[in-house]
């Protein structure tokens, strides 16, 4: 069973300050107390940190957590300066999640991997930039609108399938991730399971 927001309810605790149950891990939609705010985007949503984003879910999260914020949190004599914080981190949390770019360098060094200035694995990513900027430049000296615009909608596509690219890579990424944590998981339950046995057998060697 889970609440509007989708949060399993068996799994909410009290609030500690009004003890009703804790619709939401971030903030007692009751009485406004701010238990905590993850610096973590995906946590702060209680959303699976992931390149796939559940709009819709994510917009439900964004409101009753912005609801609870600003009309219950801002409210209390403690909470205006916390609710300001946290309305502040619920709306750069969601900016980072809507906007593929952001997302990807989030999710990029949350895997380990480390920024780079330019690509190093495509050769031609160098020509590709010097092609746009010829036609581009060529196109202004003659005055050709239509040129211009086709030289942006170029760079245009180029934006869109690097982010079609990056989204490939991190749901391989996670399926892989999640394949070799199922894998991983086998392995410690059976390792489990022999020490045991091992250690029943061993029992058994005496008697
Ligand atoms: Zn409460």
């Not at 619709?23 to 939609?29: E, G, I, S």
């Not at 949503?45 to 609801?67: C, I, K, N, T």
């Not at 890579?169 to 894998?183: D, K, M, P, Q, V």
């Amino acid at each position: 069973m889970t609440d509007v927001v989708g949060v399993p309810l068996s799994t909410a605790a009290a609030c500690t300050g009004c003890g009703a149950p804790r619709v939401l891990p971030v903030v007692c939609t009751e009485c406004g107390t701010i238990f905590e705010i993850p610096s973590d985007a995906f946590e702060l949503f209680g959303l699976a940190r992931s390149w796939a984003v559940d709009l819709p879910s994510l917009e439900q999260r964004y409101d009753a957590l912005s609801r609870a914020f600003r009309e219950k949190s801002s409210a209390r004599t403690d909470g205006l300066e916390r609710s300001k914080a946290a309305v502040e981190a619920l709306d750069a949390a969601r900016r980072l999640l809507l906007d593929p770019v952001e997302r990807a360098r989030y999710l990029l060094t949350s895997y380990g991997g480390v920024e780079r200035e330019k690509p190093m694995r495509k050769r031609e990513f160098q020509s590709e930039v010097m092609e746009i900027d010829r036609a581009f430049t060529k196109a202004r000296q003659e005055g050709d609108a239509a040129r211009l615009a086709s030289a942006v909608l170029e760079a245009e596509e180029k934006l869109a399938s690097a982010i079609v690219a990056a989204g490939q890579s991190f749901t391989r990424l996670e399926r892989s991730l999640s394949e070799e944590l199922g894998a991983a998981a086998d392995a410690l339950a059976e390792a489990r399971f022999w020490r045991r046995k091992v250690d029943e057998l061993r029992a058994g060697l005496g008697g």
